[in-house]
């Protein structure tokens, strides 16, 4: 095999003299750093002790196991070396300031997939790094992101990454311990015949999201006129990267359970370091109505439905919304007959 590229290779390409790109760099080098010790951690299992004890909740109401609390103060510490002003976290209820003159923040979720961490599945690190514009610096929309990225903890360790210029993916080489780049600009597939949606919850659904399920259930015979498959990690950044290298579309929606009616996942470190990742993919991301990237945050922690991967797959959702009473692209027939509806 040709010699892979180094992380640290590429971004000194990118970078250059450029004393604002150093900056970044560095700072996802600060996050690759932290992301070297967790992969190391997780890759003990059970060796390391119960990694998925709950220990407290963060400001989502979601319980915080061991691993949650360990990799957030594994991030920030990491973050420490690089010139970073302020870290809004998923476990943490408000911002860290670091040093409040530095030029960047970060927005991370440092354990993505807790509920999978005892069961040997992939779990991950979720980043997007802003520039640092004081108070409201979580506040600023996906758009303004300089870079963004995720970091999975899998049979391999992957690192997706985009800095504007495409999507890299580098996978963790055991022993030399160095991120070497893989899939260079890798493009989502336009066209999918796959989805990722948790159906446990097809009560819950509003319309649009029924009608969008009901008619890829309905397969070759209905309006799609294919047959779809199924799968669902419960890991956003699992069910991410498989959709990056072979198209499918990950759905998120709000629901009408108790606080689900904007879904689960959280905008800042979450969906819009995901968007920006699979939009420089030639993906899409979208809440059902809007660009994930466009969506200006009302909190640090405000949460977000999110519908991401293949372009056409998420316009097409989009459609199902748009339309009266979420009929979307269904026939009147299919659109009657739903699996889910009957
Ligand atoms: O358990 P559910 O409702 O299917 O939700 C699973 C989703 O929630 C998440 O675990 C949320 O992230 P956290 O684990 O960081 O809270 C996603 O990774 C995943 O896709
Ligand atoms: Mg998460
Ligand atoms: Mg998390």
Redesign the pocket.
């Known amino acids: 095999m040709a010699e892979l590229l180094t992380l640290e290779a590429y971004l000194d390409q990118w970078a250059g003299d450029d004393a604002g790109r150093r900056g970044v760099a560095k700072t996802i080098l600060a996050m690759c750093e932290a992301g070297r010790a967790i992969a190391a951690i997780v890759g003990r299992g059970a060796l390391e002790g119960n990694m998925a004890a709950a220990i407290g909740g963060n400001a989502g109401g979601?319980t915080q196991k061991a691993l949650d609390l360990r990799t957030h103060e594994m991030t920030l510490e990491a973050l420490k070396d690089a010139p970073v002003a302020r870290v809004g976290s998923?476990e943490a209820d408000d911002v860290a300031v670091l040093d409040a003159d530095a030029p960047l923040a970060v927005a991370m979720?440092p354990?993505?997939?807790?509920?999978n961490i005892e069961t040997n599945v992939s779990i991950g690190t979720l980043f997007g790094v802003l520039p640092n514009i004081g108070e409201d610096t979580f506040l600023q929309p996906g758009s303004a992101q300089l870079a963004a990225g995720f970091i999975v903890y899998g049979p391999a360790t992957a690192l997706v990454l985009t800095v504007g210029e495409g999507t890299q993916i580098f996978m963790l080489e055991r022993g030399s311990d160095k991120f070497l780049r893989t899939h260079a600009d890798v493009k989502i597939p336009e066209k999918t015949k796959e989805y990722a949606i948790?159906a446990s919850n097809v009560r819950h659904w509003d319309a649009a999201t029924r009608s969008y399920i009901d008619d890829c259930l309905a397969g070759e015979t209905g309006p799609r006129a294919k047959n779809f498959n199924m799968r669902w990690v419960?890991?956003?950044v699992a069910?991410v990267f498989r959709i990056l290298i072979r198209g499918g579309v990950y759905l998120?929606p709000g629901d009408g359970r108790d606080g689900y009616g904007q879904g689960?996942?959280r905008l800042v470190y979450?969906c819009s370091p995901i968007a920006f990742v699979c939009e420089q993919a030639g993906g899409a991301a979208t809440d059902g109505r809007t660009r994930i990237l466009d969506i200006v945050p009302s909190k640090l922690h405000a949460r977000c439905p999110l519908v991401a991967g293949s372009a056409e797959e998420v316009e097409r959702f989009g459609e199902y919304h748009a339309k009266p009473a979420g009929k979307g692209a269904s026939s009147p027939l299919f659109a009657k007959r739903g699996l889910f509806l009957a």
């Open positions: 979601d998923e979720d354990l993505d997939g807790s509920s948790n419960g890991s956003l069910d998120y689960r996942l979450e």
